[in-house]
């Protein structure tokens, strides 16, 4: 509308609402996989290294990926990162490997998880 007097604002209590459900969603996603894949990585190179290529690639989609990244707190683009990731997952629920052999051999989306898991913690 052409010399309308209506702006979109963002107050300071919706962004406070963000992080909190960021930190929520980043939270149950460390028990879930970070702590694990972190123990994994602790007893295994190739799990370590894995991660850390996951967690590079993730650093790069949410700073370069993101139009005006640097504008919205880091929990809320990892966490929205990776909620994306689950809900276009073809699987019913995203389960972490339960030992360390079962992450030598996991799959893309775990070890992504987990990275983003990485990222957060060191964002603390």
Known sequence: MPGSCYSVR???????????SARKTLNRLHKSHGIPAMVAAEQSPAVCAA?????????DIVKRG?????????????????????ENSSRSAIIAPRDLDAWVRADWLPLRLAAICLLATDRD
């Not at 991660?51 to 650093?59: E, I, P, S, T």
């Not at 990244?69 to 689950?86: C, D, E, F, I, T």
């Open 10 to 20: 963002v107050f300071p209590l919706g962004s406070a609402l963000l992080e909190v």
């Open 51 to 59: 991660l850390d290529q996951h967690a590079a690639a993730v650093r």
């Open 66 to 86: 993101i139009k005006n990244s640097a504008a919205v707190p880091m929990s809320v683009l990892l966490a929205g990162y990776a909620r994306g990731l689950v």
